[in-house]
């Protein structure tokens, strides 16, 4: 039983976690500056920055592909979103989902049609939203007026949280049911594991790639269009640090980029690393760069963790070493 | 016999290259019906056509009486088609039920898992495994029992016509046995089978009638007892057959040798000793996860957690290092061509001289004009037309590129050693013939060969010396006369009873 | 194996008369790309002038010698690295600290040994473990980000007055010396991948890892060189920006990573490795530069410029996937 948790890459991220809120409660002892009340509420706004992106990003992973478009998108979306919601934010919200919806959508036909790898197709796509965003913006910052709006979806609801990030919980909630319960989650491991095994036994491969990297458009749309409106602003360069917390966080989550492993809830919880991470670094006053040398570090960590070649170079070490003595 | 399945004057092309012709077919209900050929005869885009992979230019597929078309593998599933592919179609990260329900057209997006349960579990009755776990995952499943999990699969679905492509390339033959008998119970229940094989024991021992696919088109159908082991090998070349394995010499030099102590990989092999003198060939037999495989792998420097002592004419191999086994012109061909021997983008020319660089780049700079002449020698040494030096190893037949890997380790300035896995599978049977042609030269050149092969009639047919081995370690050594093929397949098989006669 | 026979049989009967030959698409493509681009050229007012010409040349430097490097990681198999942008601008910064301190050759030196490492440290990670080169380097880009905020508080830093600098902002008959920098990383690239036997190891891993390892290539080595090359060209470039603007910080490497990666598609270099080449890779940048210049030349304002690239790998990835298809 032991030794099947410790295998699990799904405990991994618990693990993880559990050491990142002892540490800093350790660095915090007595100042009660990170286990305040305040901290869960910034942990979960943080998260709501880059939990649904992670999700989007994870699927595609899961599925042995890369969704380098989200951080185009991610910044898109938020310009779309201020321009065209300033009297009706829902209309602004409905613009950009659809435009990551169709996005997400038309690259996903290309991979299909074309059979091609999906970071040649999304790198197209990135650039494309990039350059997007610029025109649309004519390359300047646009301020969001309605106010209202913008502290609304910040505003703290239940103590913990706010409709950003109950937004982003209540969409994870619904992905991990679906995940569990239904059909979909297996045949997305299945795709992962072997896509041709899968093709072949029936799965309709096609169809779950196209699906996927629309769920993943709308995702980084979505979080880029809310983020917008609560900053007030969008600009189309200023948002594009998206990708590695977004990457991070699906790896932290037990998602293997060699298929066949990672969930929806596992996702959750990698992001709610970096959140704890992020909000905790700066509620003890750390300076900036360290949550960037610590998610790098820990990034790259489980990068060589996870190396398939791992195991055999410990060996040859161990071996050459026998030989030497 | 009602007829489950015909096809009429299928035709298919590849921008321009015809893979199937005017093919006609038909099947009836309870048949278990064989089909041979030669790689490139068409067999598998038939197989795949039938499947819903690839869509035919021309032709009908008459299902059950009535015309169909099939545009996926979904559909085929509806049809009562299933295949169990060469390559498998299981996910290796799912448990066995998940994989027996993957992709099945049955199951709704949301369902009750413990009917699933009981219906897999009724499959894995049929076949006779109903003690496995449903749950285990089937990447910790052998090859032979993952075949199983698919033919469970195909019975869960209700499959009328069960397609085999190939099914026993990689199985042992214990584990060939259990699928033999599992569709001759199959057709008892009046399902079909369409049996895919190179090896024609299976053909003879299992089908009904055969079909054998020639240049794309379907040169004949007879039930098998009308045609002889010969005759069907004749059909399949269109032209007559002459004797596969050459004649075996003598040695030239027994002291030199490849030898191999206390070869050890943990978990796989234990304990393994043989002498490889050059001029022989030495055939390590045993079945899939016997270790024979492993062998070879840790003798060419594959496996870093090998131990033992290997000498090649009395000086020692290191183990665990491919680059030094190179540079002692000790070389390794794998059985998985395509993923670990050719570099299928690249050029004939650099996939022939890709171990050789190293000699003809004084600091680290190649001399083109000497690889170009040295790839011409090694093309026409091992009769690769020298034209084609400049195309993608990937459009070489099967044979071909086994030459390619051959030519490689031809022409060094002094004989190796040769270490192979399955050197002929996946190869027809004009093919192979060269290549034992090509083994036996390779051996009056001086080298010393180590192969491994599932086909026992292969192992009888080339070895000089046969090393067998049950489960990682070793059971006997034969040479000579005394090696045949009753007393090796008791030993990889059943080496306990052998012990206790 | 026996779907491979299928086509193998084509290739011994040739193709029937009537079948288009694909074979010739590639060219067809280029002639066409070639003969559009320069009727767009010459259509452009001010197309030819000497100013565009030498600022055009000079701008395609930068990201050039970062996609001739980003190619050699392509080539080994190891699809695109993120970090090349962050490297540059960490090239930049060191080269800047360092000539203040010793002079223009000591700063070279720091500048290539630090790009060079800092790359190489993730292509030993990426070879010897088999690490995921995409997450290496997007971990790579944190933490160079990170480190160089330690030092530099995110600001800009600048050339002391007297080290001499100006002196490599001129030209070489004529051309600006980015260019021949350019030229020579291209030159250098081309020799690696075609006359040494590293290169050729490249081509093998890039095509097959595991052939490539058991016809005894050294695997970890091969890759880490790869990118230890990829880390110099880049370093070179950070030099380059360095000089040209007269200062750095870390912003400046911003993107380059795309661009480069943009280049080595649209010059026909493979993603998935064991295909390509250095010259490829440099008619790549130029395709885009040329199109970047002549939107600018046509009014369309620099956001345009993104657009127009991400459309053109659009397009270049998809004609080749027409193009390999049989």
Request: charged share 15%; aromatic share 6%; glycine share 12%.
């Given at each position: ?109 290309i991979m299909v049609r074309f059979a091609l790898g999906s970071v040649g197709v999304t790198l197209g796509g990135l650039l494309t939203f990039v350059g997007l965003a610029h025109v649309l913006t004519e390359n300047r910052s646009v301020p969001y007026d309605n106010f209202r709006v913008a502290l609304l979806v910040n505003e703290p609801f239940a103590g913990l949280l706010s409709v950003r990030s109950g937004v982003s919980l209540a969409i994870f909630a619904v992905v991990a049911l679906t995940f569990g319960f239904t059909r979909l989650g297996r045949d997305i491991i299945a795709i992962g594991s072997d896509r041709r095994a899968a093709m072949i036994a029936g799965v309709n491969v096609d169809a779950f790639i196209v699906g996927i990297f629309a769920f993943s458009g709308v995702c980084a749309a979505a979080t880029g269009a809310l983020l917008s409106y609560s900053l007030a602003s969008a600009s189309p360069a200023g948002l594009s640090d998206v990708l590695v917390p977004a990457a991070a966080a699906a790896i932290l989550g037990g998602v293997s980029l060699g298929g066949g492993s990672g969930r929806p809830l596992g996702i959750a919880t990698g992001a709610l690393v970096l ?51 | ?224 007892q009308e045609v002889s082991r010969e005759g069907l090998i004749e059909l399949m070349l269109g032209r007559p057959f002459d004797e596969m394995y050459p004649q075996h010499h003598a040695n030239p030099d027994a002291r030199n040798a490849l030898v191999i102590e206390r070869l050890t990989v943990p978990g796989m092999v234990h304990d393994f000793s043989a002498v490889a003198p050059r001029g022989k060939i030495l055939c390590v037999a045993g079945q899939i996860g016997s270790g024979a495989a492993m062998v070879t792998r840790a003798a060419a420097g594959l496996l870093p957690d090998a131990i033992g002592r290997l000498t090649l004419d009395g000086k020692t191999l290191r183990l665990g290092s491919v680059p030094h086994c190179v540079a002692r012109n000790v070389f390794f061909l794998s059985e998985d061509r395509a993923s670990e021997g050719l570099f299928p983008p690249m050029k004939v020319l650099d996939n022939l001289v890709a171990t050789r660089l190293y000699a003809h780049a004084p600091l680290g700079v190649l001399s083109w004009r000497a690889l170009r002449r040295i790839a011409t020698d090694l093309a026409e040494r091992v009769g690769v037309d020298r034209n084609r030096l ?112 | ?326």
């Amino acid at each position: 039983m032991k030794a099947s948790i410790r295998n699990d890459p799904h405990f991994r991220p618990l693990v993880i976690l559990a050491a990142c809120i002892v540490l800093l409660s350790a660095v915090d002892w007595g100042q009660w500056r990170f286990l305040s009340a305040a901290t869960p509420f910034s942990t979960l706004q943080t998260f709501a920055n880059i939990g649904l992106v992670a999700l989007g990003l994870g699927l595609t992973m899961m599925i042995r592909e890369f969704d380098l478009s989200v951080v185009g998108m991610f910044g898109l979306a938020g310009c779309v979103a201020v321009m065209t919601g300033a009297a009706h934010p829902w209309f602004g919200i409905a613009c950009a989902i659809a435009i990551g919806l169709a996005a997400g959508i038309i690259q996903g036909l290309i991979m299909v049609r074309f059979a091609l790898g999906s970071v040649g197709v999304t790198l197209g796509g990135l650039l494309t939203f990039v350059g997007l965003a610029h025109v649309l913006t004519e390359n300047r910052s646009v301020p969001y007026d309605n106010f209202r709006v913008a502290l609304l979806v910040n505003e703290p609801f239940a103590g913990l949280l706010s409709v950003r990030s109950g937004v982003s919980l209540a969409i994870f909630a619904v992905v991990a049911l679906t995940f569990g319960f239904t059909r979909l989650g297996r045949d997305i491991i299945a795709i992962g594991s072997d896509r041709r095994a899968a093709m072949i036994a029936g799965v309709n491969v096609d169809a779950f790639i196209v699906g996927i990297f629309a769920f993943s458009g709308v995702c980084a749309a979505a979080t880029g269009a809310l983020l917008s409106y609560s900053l007030a602003s969008a600009s189309p360069a200023g948002l594009s640090d998206v990708l590695v917390p977004a990457a991070a966080a699906a790896i932290l989550g037990g998602v293997s980029l060699g298929g066949g492993s990672g969930r929806p809830l596992g996702i959750a919880t990698g992001a709610l690393v970096l959140a704890v991470l992020r909000s905790g670094l700066n509620a003890v006053e750390a300076p900036p760069f360290v949550n960037d040398i610590a998610m790098g570090a820990i990034l790259l960590t489980v990068a060589i963790g996870d190396g398939p070649y791992l195991m055999r170079r410990l060996r040859q070490l161990a071996a050459r070493e026998r030989t030497d003595r | 016999m009602p007829e489950v399945l015909s096809v009429e004057g299928l035709g298919k092309s590849y921008t321009g290259v015809r893979a199937l012709h005017d093919v006609s077919f038909s099947l009836g209900s309870g048949e278990i019906r064989g089909i041979c050929g030669e790689n490139g005869a068409g067999k598998s885009t038939f197989v795949k056509i039938l499947m819903g992979i690839t869509q035919p230019d021309s032709g009908s597929i008459r299902i059950a009486g009535r015309a169909r078309d099939i545009p996926g593998p979904r559909q085929a599933q509806g049809m009562g088609l299933g295949i169990v592919a060469q390559e498998l179609s299981l996910a290796p990260h799912l448990s066995i039920l998940d994989n027996i329900w993957l992709g099945s057209a049955g199951v709704p997006l949301l369902h009750r898992r413990q009917a699933l349960r009981e219906r897999a579990q009724k499959a894995l009755d049929a076949l006779g495994v109903g003690d496995w776990d449903l749950n285990g995952r089937v990447g910790a499943l052998t090859m032979g029992q993952r075949q199983i999990v698919e033919i469970a699969r195909l019975l869960a679905r209700d499959t009328q016509v069960l397609i085999l492509d190939e099914p026993t390339a990689t199985l042992s033959d214990s584990e060939i046995e259990r699928i033999l008998a599992v569709l001759r119970e199959l057709k008892a229940q009046g399902r079909s089978v369409i049996y895919i094989s190179h090896r024609l024991g299976e053909i003879f021992e299992l089908c009904d009638t055969v079909t054998v696919f020639r240049n794309g088109e379907c040169v004949a159908t007879k039930p098998v007892q009308e045609v002889s082991r010969e005759g069907l090998i004749e059909l399949m070349l269109g032209r007559p057959f002459d004797e596969m394995y050459p004649q075996h010499h003598a040695n030239p030099d027994a002291r030199n040798a490849l030898v191999i102590e206390r070869l050890t990989v943990p978990g796989m092999v234990h304990d393994f000793s043989a002498v490889a003198p050059r001029g022989k060939i030495l055939c390590v037999a045993g079945q899939i996860g016997s270790g024979a495989a492993m062998v070879t792998r840790a003798a060419a420097g594959l496996l870093p957690d090998a131990i033992g002592r290997l000498t090649l004419d009395g000086k020692t191999l290191r183990l665990g290092s491919v680059p030094h086994c190179v540079a002692r012109n000790v070389f390794f061909l794998s059985e998985d061509r395509a993923s670990e021997g050719l570099f299928p983008p690249m050029k004939v020319l650099d996939n022939l001289v890709a171990t050789r660089l190293y000699a003809h780049a004084p600091l680290g700079v190649l001399s083109w004009r000497a690889l170009r002449r040295i790839a011409t020698d090694l093309a026409e040494r091992v009769g690769v037309d020298r034209n084609r030096l400049g195309t993608a190893a990937v459009n070489l037949s099967g044979g071909n590129q086994q030459k390619l890997l051959f030519g490689r380790t031809l022409e060094r300035t002094e004989p190796g050693v040769l270490l192979m896995n399955e050197p002929t599978r996946g190869i027809d049977v004009g093919a192979r013939a060269e290549i034992y042609r090509l083994m036996r030269r390779l051996c009056d050149l001086g080298y010393a060969l180590v192969m491994t092969s599932s086909d026992l009639e292969e192992v009888v047919g080339i070895a000089d010396i046969v090393v067998t081995m049950y489960r990682g370690r070793t059971v006997a050594r034969y040479e000579g006369e005394r090696i045949a093929m009753s007393t090796i397949l008791a030993d990889i098989t059943h080496p306990a009873e052998q012990a206790a006669r | 194996m026996t779907g491979k026979g299928d086509t193998v049989r084509g290739t011994r009967e040739m193709s029937m008369p009537l079948a288009p030959d694909w074979r010739l698409l590639p060219t067809a493509v280029r002639a066409v790309v070639i003969v559009a681009l320069t009727v767009a050229c010459v259509a452009t007012p001010g197309f030819f002038s000497l100013p565009n010409i030498l600022s055009l040349l000079t701008t395609v430097s930068f990201m050039g010698c970062v996609a001739v490097g980003m190619t050699l990681i392509t080539i080994s198999g190891n699809i695109m690295s993120f970090s090349l942008g962050a490297t540059a601008g960490a090239a930049a910064m060191v080269f800047i600290v360092a000539v203040n301190i010793g002079g223009i050759g000591i700063g070279l030196i720091a500048a290539l040994a630090v790009a060079a490492l800092v790359s190489a440290a993730q292509g030993f990670a990426v070879g010897w473990v088999r690490a995921n080169p995409i997450i290496v380097s997007i971990a790579a880009v944190a933490l160079i980000y990170g480190t160089a905020e330690i030092f530099t508080r995110h600001s800009s830093i600048y050339f002391k007055p007297g080290t001499g600098i100006e002196i490599l902002r001129g030209k070489l008959g004529g051309v600006p010396l980015e260019f021949v920098v350019l030229l020579c990383v291209t030159a250098a690239g081309q020799f690696i991948l075609y006359l040494t036997r590293f290169g050729r190891n490249l081509y093998m891993m890039g095509s097959s890892f595991r052939a490539a390892e058991a016809a005894g290539v050294k695997t970890w080595r091969t890759v880490t060189g790869a990118y230890l090359w990829a880390g110099a060209f880049t370093g070179l470039a950070g030099v380059m920006l360095a000089i040209r603007y007269d200062g750095a910080n870390m912003d400046y490497g911003v993107g380059y990573e795309y661009d480069a990666i943009a280049a080595v598609l649209v010059g026909g270099t493979l993603m998935k490795g064991g295909h390509g080449s250095a010259l490829r890779t440099l008619a790549g940048a130029m395709i885009i530069a040329i199109v970047q210049a002549m939107l600018l030349l046509r009014g369309f304002r620099q956001e345009w410029q993104y657009l127009f690239t991400g459309l053109i790998v659009f397009a270049v990835i998809l004609l080749h996937s027409s193009g390999e298809r049989r």
